[in-house]
Nanobody, 127 residues
């Protein structure tokens, strides 16, 4: 079964930036919704941004104005540019893909909507 592959995590100081990469070679942007989620220890998995198959994107309130998602369609890569990182952003970041449902409902920042998950990449932000 195809699986997204994340990379780009690391450790940064508050105010710094990182760019995460999600290789979605086993999927197509035209047929799948692809999103970024994160999970900190003891917390539920949180939706950060999800992208529709037509290129739209919805962001979670906690990252609006700081994180930017972009796609390289020929390379089948989804990027997440994270700016002004804060300690609260510390978490394991996951990329997930889901085939567009037949009735094409609106995208949601809901982890349960996604069936194909990567292993994640760790992001740690220090004071």
């Amino acid at each position: 079964q195809a699986q997204p592959v994340e990379s780009g995590g690391g450790s940064v100081q508050a105010g710094g930036s990182l760019r995460l990469t999600c290789d979605v070679a086993g999927f197509t942007f035209s047929g799948y919704r692809i999103g970024w989620f994160r999970q900190a220890p003891g917390k539920e998995r949180e939706g950060i941004v999800v992208t529709g198959n037509e290129g739209s994107a919805i962001y979670g309130d906690s990252v609006k104005g700081r994180f930017i998602v972009s796609r390289d369609i020929p390379k089948k890569i989804l990027y997440l540019q994270m700016n002004n990182l804060q300690p609260d952003d510390t978490a394991r970041y996951y990329c997930a893909a889901q085939i567009v449902p037949w009735n094409n409902p609106p995208c949601r920042l809901v982890a349960g909507d996604y069936r194909n998950w990567g292993e994640g990449t760790q992001v740690t932000v220090s004071e």
